[in-house]
C-alpha cells in the first residue's frame, strides 16, 4: 500500500502523486501476478493478430486458429517479480515541495505544464541498492552551490544519474553533468568533491564499485562522443550467466532482469536447433551474452553491437571464460552485416539471432537477413514487437520486392513466446522464430 486512511491534506497530497508515480512507471502494481500475465497475454495475442491481418493485406495466408500469424505459448514469468531491474536511470528536477533537485523519476506532461520529478521510493521495480544511492546523490546536489540542470538553455549542473547493479554485489553510478561555461579547474573541483562525498562522506554507505562522471551538453551522449570520466573504483562491474562471468562497461547493453535474461537465453538456445556445423549469428550482441551463451552448442559465434565499448567488454568475456569460436564486429549492423554475410553465402547453415532497441533493425538489415540464403531460421526478441519491429516483421516475411530489393525467399512466423522481464509494467519481451 503506498497510503494510509486518516492522512491531512498535505500526505494525502503526497500519496496522489506517489501512486501516479507508480501508475505511470508500475501500472499493473495493484494486480496479482497472474492477472499481471493475463494482461500482458492478451495484448501479444493482438499483436499476433495485427501481424497476421498486416500479412493478408499483403496476399500471404497467415491465418491460424484465433486468427494469430502462428501459435502463441503463455508468458513466461519472471523468476524474480520485485526489485529486479540492474539498471535504473534518476532524472533531477523540481518534487512536489518545490525542491529544485530531487532526484527521481517524472510525473505528468510537458503538455499538461505539471511535470514534477518523485522519488522512487515506493516503485516496485527498483532495488534498495538503486534507492539508496539516489538519495545520497539528492544529499550531495542539495548541499552543493551548482544549481541543477532542469532546462539547458537556463543553465544548471547536476542532472541525471543511472546506477547500475549486479548478483556479485557491484554497484556501478554514473553522474551526467552539464560543464555550461565551468573550466577545467572548476570542473575537477566538482568531480573531487562528488569523489570524496562517495567514498569518506555521506556517500559511502553506498559502497560503489564504479563512480563515472559524464559531462554532456546533449540529452544522451555516448561515450565517444563525450567520455565517460571514472572517479573512483574499477572501470567494468561484473556479473555472472549461466555460468559464464560478463564484464559490464558504463553504457554496453545488458538485459535489464538478470535472473529473467537466464531463463530466456535458455529457451533461445532451444529455439536455435543448433548443431556442430551451425553458425550462430548474433545481431546487436550487446556484451555478448546470448552468444557466449550458445557458444557451447555451435561451431562459431558471430556478433555484430554498434557501441564500441560493448565489443571491447564482449571480447574480453569471450577470453576470460575461455571461449574460442567467437568473433565480434564493432559498427552499425546496416554497413557491418552486409560485409559479413557476403562471405557466409552457401556456406555453413546461419541461425541469426537479433535482439535490438525499440528502434528495430535498420532496413538495410533486414534485406542482409532476408536475401542471404544461408539463414533458415531467426529468433527475433523484441522489447516493443507493436512498434517498428512490426515494420521488420512484414519485410522478413513480405512477398519478393524488387523495389526494396527484398529478393530473398520470404520467412514464416512460427512461433511466439513472451517473456515477462518487467513485472508490474505493460511491457513484455517477445520472441518470434521465423523459419523458411
Known sequence: ML???????????????????????????????????????????????TLASRLEELGIDAQKPGGLC?????????????????????????????????????????????????????????PSKHKQVAQCYEEFICQS?????????????????VVRT?????????????PQQLGQEALATQKALLKEFFT?????????????????????????????????????????LHGLKFRISPDAFFQVNTAGAEVLYQAVGELCQATGDTVLLDICCGTGTIGLSLAHQVSKVIGVEVVEKAIEDAEWNAAFNGISNCEFHSGKAEAVLPQLLALWEDARPLVAVVNPSRAGLHHRVVRAIRNCRSIRRLLYISCKPEGEAMRNFLELCC????????????????????????PHTVHCELVLLFTR
Request: glycine content about 8%; charged content about 15%.
Open 3 to 49: 497510503c494510509h486512511r486518516n492522512q491531512d491534506s498535505s500526505s494525502s497530497g503526497l500519496c496522489l502523486v506517489l501512486s501516479r508515480l507508480a501508475n505511470a512507471v508500475t501500472p499493473l502494481w495493484r494486480l496479482s501476478y497472474q492477472e499481471q500475465l493475463q494482461v500482458k497475454y492478451e495484448s501479444q495475442k493482438k499483436i499476433l493478430q
Open 399 to 422: 512477398p519478393p520486392d524488387p523495389q526494396k530489393k527484398l529478393a530473398g525467399e520470404p520467412f514464416v512466423p512460427v512461433l511466439a513466446i513472451p517473456f515477462d522481464m518487467f
Open 145 to 161: 552551490p551548482l544549481d541543477s540542470c532542469i532546462l539547458f538553455h537556463e543553465g544548471g549542473h547536476w542532472r541525471e544519474l
Open 166 to 178: 549486479t548478483r556479485c554485489g557491484h554497484t556501478m553510478a554514473i553522474i551526467t553533468f552539464h
Open 200 to 240: 569518506c562522506g555521506p556517500g559511502a554507505v553506498c559502497a560503489l564499485t564504479s563512480l563515472y562522471f559524464q559531462e554532456s551538453t546533449m540529452t544522451r551522449c555516448s561515450h565517444e562522443q563525450s567520455p565517460y570520466q571514472l572517479l573512483h573504483g574499477a572501470p567494468h562491474i561484473f556479473e555472472e
Open 70 to 126: 502462428c501459435p502463441l505459448q503463455p508468458v513466461v514469468p519472471s523468476p524474480i517479480i520485485s526489485g529486479y531491474r540492474n539498471k535504473s536511470t534518476f532524472s533531477v528536477n523540481r518534487g512536489p515541495d518545490g525542491n529544485p533537485k530531487t532526484v527521481g523519476m517524472y510525473v505528468g506532461t510537458g503538455r499538461g505544464q505539471n511535470i514534477v520529478c518523485v522519488k522512487a521510493n515506493h516503485v516496485e521495480n527498483i
